[in-house]
């Protein structure tokens, strides 16, 4: 059994267009999980879903589309209107996501169309759309031989992180996310989790993370910011963090990734530089996400 991931768009914050941004890609977030089930399985809908949703037209395999949210913050969801397979009647399209207090995925995506705030009228969404609601620390199936775990992350509302294993390997996306340490408690029940206690808190959060990660083959970790730069009540992280958590989680391959809009070709190299030899004495790979690249395991 096989697993690759698929990145389409790999920028965060918001997409951009800067010739000294192509080497690693303007888009988006939307990463795919493809194995040999013919269903498309696809992590959020930043406009790298745009180009992917056309290809998938032109030679379709299968009319069943699964996409698991991380969270609602438009970077993440802004392009799923214009899903070309949600144009057509034969397809179903199933929503995995959170459920916050504020703004779930389900009305921002139904307010998106019916609202008219984009170019797309209602009516030509014509695929049949199920939401389902996922929790923190849910594991669930996906046809019959994927499943799927997720992780509340240290950002606005209820970000999820995904853990996705098919036979005996595991890909996992970390986005978005940010050191928790000294009450920097940014997701939705955080701070009413760490009264009277917050250094247990913050230790059960960081330990919950490792063991979310144990082993996985590849992990995509939001990597915003330079190791030099971080803004921690920003909601992300850096490299040199996101190589501490992968090191302790015995990870095999660190992907940076959500790199900042306004980082170039060349930012995003310093940044995989910046932790390249301490990866290296430390047995894990590093590399940076890239539009259109994949990995394939097994
Ligand atoms: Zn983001
Ligand atoms: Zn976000």
């Known amino acids: ?28 977030t939307c990463i795919e999980f493809k194995t040999e089930n013919n269903f498309y399985l696809i992590l959020d809908g930043g406009t790298g879903l745009i ?18 949210i991380t969270h609602t913050h438009w970077d ?17 399209v199933t929503f995995y996501s959170s459920k916050p207090v504020r703004a779930t995925f389900e009305s921002l995506f ?13 009516e030509q969404i014509k695929a049949k759309i199920n939401f389902k609601t996922v929790k923190s620390g849910e594991e669930f199936k996906i046809g019959n031989d ?21 036979g005996n390997h595991s890909a996992c ?10 009450g920097n408690y940014m997701g939705e029940g955080m701070a009413a989790a760490a009264k009277g206690n917050p250094k247990a808190f913050e230790s059960k ?21 330079a190791n030099d730069n ?27 990734f959500h790199h900042a809009p306004e980082d170039s070709d060349h930012d995003v190299r310093a940044k995989l530089d910046s932790i390249k030899d301490r990866a290296k004495k430390l047995g894990v790979e590093v590399d940076a996400a890239t539009e259109g690249k994949e990995w394939v395991h097994g």
């Open 173 to 182: 996306v970390i986005t978005d996310n940010a050191p928790i340490d000294n």
């Open 230 to 256: 971080l803004k921690a009540d920003w909601g992300h992280s850096t490299p040199a963090l996101a190589l501490d958590v992968c090191y302790e989680a015995r990870v095999k391959r660190l992907v940076i």
């Open 205 to 225: 959060f960081r330990q919950g993370l490792v063991k979310f990660l144990a082993n996985a083959d590849t992990v995509v970790y939001d990597t915003h910011f």
């Open 76 to 92: 993440h969801i802004l392009a799923l209107p214009y899903f070309e397979p949600l144009q057509d009647s034969k397809n179903t």
């Open 110 to 122: 139904n307010r998106m169309l019916k609202e008219r705030n984009l170019a797309i009228p209602v």
């Open 1 to 28: 059994m096989s697993l690759t991931l698929c990145l389409h768009g790999v920028r965060g914050s918001r997409p951009t267009d800067r010739l000294d941004q192509m080497d690693f890609g303007c888009n988006s």
């Open 146 to 166: 994927i499943s799927i775990s997720t992780y509340q992350l240290n950002h606005q509302g209820i970000t999820l992180g995904y853990r996705v294993r098919h």
């Open 51 to 68: 180009p992917r949703g056309r290809e998938i037209v032109q030679n379709q395999k299968s009319t069943e589309f699964n996409f698991i």
